[in-house]
C-alpha cells in the first residue's frame, strides 16, 4: 500500500471524482422527475448550466494546456544569427 | 468491416437516436421530462466517463506500493536527463 500524503491525493481524488458524479447525476437524471416545489431544486442551478458550465471548464483546460506550450516554445525561439 | 466503421456505425446509431429525442424529428411528442433527460446525455456520458477515469487513477495511486530503490533510480535519471536536456539547450 501506498503511503502519507500519496493516499491522502489518491483518496481525495476518488472522493471528489464520486461526489461530482452523484451531484452530475442527480442533477441530469433525477430532478426531471422531481416536482418543481420539492426542495431538492434549491441546491442545483437551471438546467441549462449543467451543460454550460462542464463547457467552461474544458475550455479553461484546453487554454492552460495551450499557454503551457507557447511558454515552453517561446523560452525556447532561437533567435537568428546575424553575419 | 473494420473496427473504425463499426465503432463509427454504433456512434452515428446513437447520436442519431439523441438526435431523433431532443430535436423532435419524428414528431413522437414525447412527455417533457423524458426530452429533459435526453439532451444534456452526451455531456452526461462524457463527464461521467470523466470522473470514472479520475477515480481509477486516484484508486491507483492511494493503492500502489511503494518501492524505495525505483524511487531514487527515479529521481537519478530525471536528474540526468534534465542535465542532458539543459546542455542541448532546452531551457523549462
Known amino acids: 500500500m501506498a503511503t502519507g500524503v500519496d493516499q491522502a491525493a489518491g483518496m481525495s481524488l476518488v472522493v471528489f471524482s464520486l461526489v461530482l458524479f452523484t451531484y452530475y447525476s442527480v442533477w441530469v437524471i433525477v430532478l426531471p422527475f422531481v416536482d418543481s416545489d420539492h426542495f431538492l431544486h434549491k441546491y442545483f442551478l437551471p438546467r441549462e448550466y449543467s451543460v454550460i458550465l462542464p463547457g467552461i471548464a474544458a475550455v479553461i483546460l484546453l487554454i492552460c494546456i495551450g499557454a503551457f506550450t507557447v511558454v515552453i516554445m517561446w523560452k525556447n525561439r532561437k533567435p537568428k544569427k546575424v553575419d | ?92
Open chain 2, 1 to 92: 468491416m473494420t473496427k473504425l466503421l463499426q465503432w463509427l456505425l454504433a456512434v452515428s446509431l446513437l447520436g442519431a437516436l439523441w438526435a431523433l429525442v431532443t430535436f423532435d424529428l419524428l414528431d413522437l411528442s414525447l412527455p417533457q421530462t423524458y426530452r429533459e433527460v435526453a439532451w444534456p446525455m452526451p455531456f452526461y456520458l462524457l463527464i461521467s466517463f470523466g470522473c470514472y477515469s479520475l477515480a481509477t487513477v486516484g484508486y491507483r495511486v492511494a493503492t500502489f506500493n511503494d518501492c524505495e530503490e525505483a524511487a531514487k533510480e527515479l529521481q537519478e535519471q530525471i536528474k540526468e536527463a534534465k542535465e542532458d536536456l539543459r546542455r542541448k539547450g532546452l531551457k523549462i
